[in-house]
């Protein structure tokens, strides 16, 4: 099946091979303590080190979505957002650019500060019953994953009927929402790791082919997250190993995009499984 390219200003970004996603987190609180840059300097040495890498796409982020994280007030969001991305655009005007927020509000300050990006949405409109149309009004690109709840709740014994269906059942809905508004550019996520157990975790990789369904850009993000290190009894730290084989299985199922902390090690999974 043909995937969608993702539509990005004037620009496409093609899906012909899978994408790599570089995550930056503009944040003193996010689960992997390498990806946190607060300074000037932190902020412009991983961008740098990004691209060194290969990256396709920077993701940033100033809302910790980690299970039980703090809330954070849309002022001290915004402010982090806009000092990251100013760096960002001096250092690399031309990467394309992914904001992990589920505010409607930050999405319309950011695109007057900054101009296109992708919107990444861990509440898929859930959070914010603006976002859709504010997405719709600046043509942006969305990603919309699935969760419930919000990050200081998902993980209070989370229930599905059938994982798969119900998360399938959920993409329909909210698709035929957003294209029912002239929203066509869009990505699903599934939500590793959000309002899901261990269990529920490796049930949905097993089943992601079935995500093709959608015809559209299929985003996983697994990069270090307990999912891997509490199967394994490690630590985060310790995880870019078992990072990298559930990335292969990802797009052995049809992964389009991998959303990840280390760029140079996704990269090499993308080049070994194009060859195969």
């Not at 691209?51 to 982090?80: K, N, Q, T």
């Not at 990069?223 to 990072?243: D, G």
């Amino acid at each position: 099946m043909n995937i969608k390219n993702i539509k990005y200003g004037n620009c496409e970004i093609s899906t012909e091979r899978p994408l790599v996603m570089g995550i930056i987190n503009f944040t003193p609180d996010s689960f992997y303590s390498q990806s946190r840059a607060t300074t000037e300097i932190q902020i412009a040495e991983r961008i740098e080190t990004m691209i060194s890498e290969g990256v396709d796409i920077i993701d940033v982020g100033a809302y910790s979505s980690r299970p039980f994280a703090d809330d954070v007030s849309a002022g001290e969001e915004l402010e982090r957002l806009l000092k990251g991305l100013k760096i960002l655009k001096r250092i690399t005007p031309d990467i394309p650019v992914s904001v992990d927020t589920f505010r409607a509000k930050i999405v319309e300050r950011l695109f007057d500060n900054y101009g296109h990006f992708i919107v990444n949405d861990i509440s898929a409109g859930e959070l914010d019953d603006k976002m859709f149309e504010t997405v719709a009004k600046l043509s942006l690109p969305y990603i919309a994953m699935h969760m419930k709840g919000n990050p200081r709740t998902m993980q209070n014994n989370p229930v599905y009927g059938d994982l798969t269906k119900d998360i399938i059942a959920y993409f329909t809905e909210k698709t035929e929402q957003l294209k029912n508004i002239r929203v066509e550019n869009i990505i699903i996520d599934p939500g590793f790791g959000f309002a899901k157990t261990l269990e529920h975790n490796y049930k949905l990789l097993a089943d992601l082919h079935e995500f093709k369904v959608f015809g559209l850009p299929l985003l996983v993000g697994f990069s270090r997250k307990s999912m891997l290190y509490k199967l394994l009894n490690t630590t985060p730290e310790k995880s870019l190993n078992a990072t990298t084989v559930v990335n292969t299985i990802a797009l052995l199922k049809g992964a389009n995009i991998l959303r990840v902390h280390d760029v140079q090690a996704a990269v090499e999974v993308v080049k070994i499984v194009i060859k195969l």
